[in-house]
């Protein structure tokens, strides 16, 4: 885990302004003035500003808007969300996925008479938004490796990161780790499990930590006779029993990947081996995980299954911020009559086995792990593959793969353009595809 700090820029002026203090006697004014403006309000960058978690965020924004600006977005191809967003938030700055979308966009502004927003696209415009000077806390909720540079960009540019974007992590989780350290920047988990780990960590010491549990609700197959696996539709298997979110994340959870990329993501966040990283399936979704200390103690977060919880947390650490009833926001514990925990069955989820022998491997594969599983999950929901061609995509690909370790972030993306290609190859080679 990344040492615990207050915003850097913060920190830096506060920093200099009482170091100034102390030698001359007298505060400078214009440093006085600027740590006034700084210290109270946090400014934000949010990647992924038109999915789940960007529009949680927002929420969270809207609650709190004396803690809280928004300054940049970046979104995708939801050009309409991406509009209204301008609107309600007047950023300083926006980015979609292409120049077209960006021209469509601007010429929406300019007949709604705003025309002082700039408006950039693709990864160079993604990379301007998370790298803005005046920015201090990038939220990093793009899916899939897409958002991989603008947040290692922010890593780099010492902004503070509140990490969704799971993908990343397990496909670069070594490099930016890495900058994280070098550059001394928080990484402030909001993928709810992690956020809990996150918040049990504050009961002991890293040394103190025996292993930590990550919840699973298990799906909505969690009870499915296995012999039923190969007729789930995507219809199906997008119906998550407790959590609303982007496709991708959900098919991930019905297949089980989703927790396998967490495994992966909380060995690389809290700096544990995959043994000391446990999954129990957990279907009510209150507790969001688990940390136990060498002393038998064990440590649970319990909370609402609702992600402005942890983006909260994660934009206030290391404070807590008040919410109220009106925030919809708070537990009652008198409401809860049962918590079950149990062991997951890597038969029924294979994806969870191949999950921790990537994590085991390390290397290139959980790089590859993750690229095969998107083309997979792609391919699941357009048809072309039953459910269960998911993990043999993915066991396909991972048997291509070499354990070479990437040297930087160009070599990931390599590596994942390499196997996005082997797991076409592989889903255009399979003879099980299901008729549309
Ligand atoms: P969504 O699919 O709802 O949103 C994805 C966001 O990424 C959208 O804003 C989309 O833009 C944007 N995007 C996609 N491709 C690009 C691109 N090439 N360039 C710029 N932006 C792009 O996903 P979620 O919000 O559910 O998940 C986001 C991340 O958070 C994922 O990594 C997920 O694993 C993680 N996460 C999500 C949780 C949840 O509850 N949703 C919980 C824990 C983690 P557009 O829509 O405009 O195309
Ligand atoms: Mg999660």
């Excluded at 021209?103 to 929406?108: G, Q």
């Excluded at 890495?178 to 010491?205: F, W, Y």
């Excluded at 149990?342 to 038969?347: E, F, K, R």
Aim: net charge neutral; proline share 6%.
């Amino acid at each position: 885990m990344t040492a615990p700090a207050l915003d850097n820029e913060q920190d830096r002026l506060k920093v200099q302004n009482s170091s100034q203090t102390r030698r001359n006697g007298v505060p400078s004014p214009r440093l006085h003035l600027r740590v006034c403006e700084n210290s109270s309000v946090k400014k934000l960058a949010i990647l992924g500003s038109t999915g789940s978690i960007g529009n949680s965020t927002l929420s969270v924004c809207e609650s709190f808007p004396d803690r809280y600006q928004v300054v940049a977005l970046a979104a995708g191809s939801n050009i309409d969300a991406a509009y209204a967003q301008c609107l309600r938030w007047h950023p300083k700055v926006i980015s979609v996925a292409t120049e077209q979308l960006a021209a469509t966009l601007k010429t929406r502004l300019k007949t709604a008479g705003i025309t002082n927003i700039e408006i950039l696209n693709g990864t160079a415009g993604t990379i301007h938004v998370a790298t803005l000077p005046e920015v201090n806390f990038v939220v990093s909720a793009i899916v899939g490796v897409a958002g991989l540079e603008a947040t290692y960009a922010a890593v780099c540019a010492e902004k503070t990161i509140g990490l969704a974007n799971k993908e990343c992590l397990v496909a670069a989780g070594e490099l930016i780790i890495a900058a994280a350290k070098k550059h001394n920047v928080d990484l402030l988990p909001i993928d709810s499990e992690h956020n809990a780990v996150h918040q049990c960590m504050r009961g002991g010491t890293p040394q103190e930590v025996k292993q930590v549990w990550l919840t699973a609700s298990g799906g909505p197959f969690r009870n499915t006779p296995i012999a039923d696996f190969d007729r789930i539709t995507p219809q199906q298997a997008l119906k998550h029993p407790t959590w609303v979110m982007g496709q991708r994340i959900t098919i991930d959870s019905a297949t089980m990947m989703n927790k396998g990329f967490e495994v992966i993501e909380a060995c690389r966040l809290f700096s544990l081996p995959p043994a000391q990283v446990r999954v129990t399936i957990h279907p009510q979704s209150t507790v969001h995980s688990l940390v136990e200390f060498i002393d038998g103690s064990i440590l649970a977060q319990i909370s609402v299954t609702d992600m402005r919880l942890p983006i909260l947390y994660a934009l206030a650490y290391p404070e807590r911020v008040p919410v109220t009833e009106k925030d919809a926001l708070t537990f009652d514990l008198a409401t809860l009559s049962q918590l079950d925990f149990s062991q997951p069955d890597l038969t029924r989820f294979p994806c969870l086995r191949l999950a921790y022998e990537a994590a085991e491997t390390g290397g290139r594969t959980p790089i590859a792990l993750n690229a095969a599983d998107e083309i997979a999950v792609a391919a699941f929901l357009a048809r072309d593959i039953p459910f269960l061609g998911i993990p043999r995509t993915i066991e396909a690909v991972l048997q291509r793969t070499s354990g070479q370790p990437p040297a930087s972030i160009s070599e990931v993306l390599e590596a994942d353009l390499a196997a996005r290609e082997d797991a076409r190859e592989v889903i255009a080679s399979q003879t099980t595809g299901v008729r549309k």
